[in-house]
């Protein structure tokens, strides 16, 4: 049986492709997950991907996601900077977790500089586009095997 990784996305990330391009680029969110998908296939790995503008639905993923899911992508978008909550569980959670962002937070305004998810997160991959995932995914097929 394959491991298991899901992709979550935060709020405002189901607007990819429409939203500040010049920022997030062009691709939209089905575009990410197809991708995150297809890595995920060529590494043996089962990937889900889920989206909500809801910091209790994502929480409720991620407490879900133990015992289910062997690892976790994580984009929070604007909940990144602000959410004590999101954090508490994601540290509840036993498996690893990548953090990634599409632009480069510590480029942009200062209240973008600081994440609560990193401090719990096993790496954090920003400013690479989307390409951000597939790499994520790439790292923890990594972790996984030595597991």
Known sequence: MSAKVLVLNGPNLNMLGTR???VYGSE??????ADCRSVGKAL?????CKQSNWEGQLIDWIHAARGDFDAIVINPGGL???SVSLRDALSAYEGP???VHISNIHCRE???HHSYVSAVAVGMI????TEGYGLAIRRLATLLKKA
């Open 20 to 22: 500040e391009p010049q």
């Open 126 to 129: 920003c400013g690479l586009g």
């Open 44 to 48: 043996g790995l089962a990937v889900e």
């Open 80 to 82: 990144t900077h602000t």
């Open 110 to 112: 200062a209240f973008r």
């Open 97 to 99: 977790v990548i953090e």
């Open 28 to 33: 939209t969110l089905a575009d990410v997950e």
